[in-house]
């Protein structure tokens, strides 16, 4: 079966950065995009963006150029997250959830917990 | 600030039909782009419970439907269950913003 297995919380201090990782099994690696999506505390859901694992190209949603930075491992099957210079509004819920043909997302991780705070 | 809009919250009685509007532009479901919609149970992950704009991944209960219509959408619960108390979002793509963009998501009460 499908499983989007990912890395456990974690707790930073501003400026700090953090490497978040996103382990699929269950189906070929390259045929499935994987995303990520952010949620804040209370709040909804927000794409980030795409990471390709046929040509290792990200794709970022605007407002998550510069300081976030996908990355890909095919032998491990697994993509990151990386995120620099973490600020309090950076906390959140990353969740990373698969490409679906229709463009949905049909499969989704547990999701890791990102809080920042000094 | 999301470009797809969705009422804050609906509730009913168990046993009734709600349902949660998804207000779009031409640049997302007016312009053709499929409505996904998720559920998301407190403190889980969102589950894929529309998919198309009307169709059910395996598993999903029947009670479950949707239809679209222009540049809104809707989701219709019947049958409401304490279960089905839960988040619910829309999905589509936003040409605009070349961007996949979610509703604002509406809260599901069960009274």
């Known amino acids: 079966q499908v499983q989007l297995v990912q890395s456990g919380s974690e707790l930073k201090k501003p400026g700090a950065s953090v490497k978040l990782s996103c382990k699929a099994s269950?189906?070929?690696?390259?045929?499935?995009?994987l995303n990520w999506v952010r949620q804040a505390p209370g709040q909804g859901l927000e794409w980030m963006g795409w990471?390709?694992?046929?040509?290792?190209?990200?794709t970022y949603a605007q407002d998550f150029r510069g300081r976030f930075v996908f990355s890909l491992d095919t032998s491990v099957r697994t993509t990151y997250l990386h995120i620099s210079n973490l600020k309090a509004e950076d906390t959140a819920v990353y969740y990373c959830?698969?490409?679906?043909?229709?463009?949905?997302?049909?499969?989704w991780g547990q999701g890791t917990q990102v809080t920042v705070s000094s | 600030q999301s470009v797809m809009t969705q009422p804050p919250s609906v509730s009913g009685a168990p046993g009734q039909r709600v349902t949660i509007s998804c207000t779009g532009s031409?640049?997302?479901?007016?312009?053709?782009?499929?409505v996904h919609w998720y559920q998301q149970l407190p403190g889980t992950a969102p589950k894929l419970l529309i998919y198309?704009?009307?169709n059910r991944p395996s598993g999903v209960a029947d009670r479950f439907s949707a239809s679209m219509s222009g540049t809104s959408a809707s989701l219709a619960i019947s049958g409401l269950q304490a279960e089905d108390e839960a988040e619910y979002y829309c999905q589509s793509y936003d040409s605009s913003l070349t961007a996949y963009v979610f509703g604002t998501g509406t809260k599901v009460t069960v009274l």
């Open positions: 269950g189906y070929t690696f390259s045929n499935y995009g």
């Open positions: 198309g704009n009307r």
């Open positions: 990471m390709n694992p046929n040509t290792g190209n990200p």
């Open positions: 031409s640049s997302n479901l007016g312009a053709g782009y499929d």
């Open positions: 959830a698969r490409f679906h043909s229709t463009y949905n997302f049909d499969y």
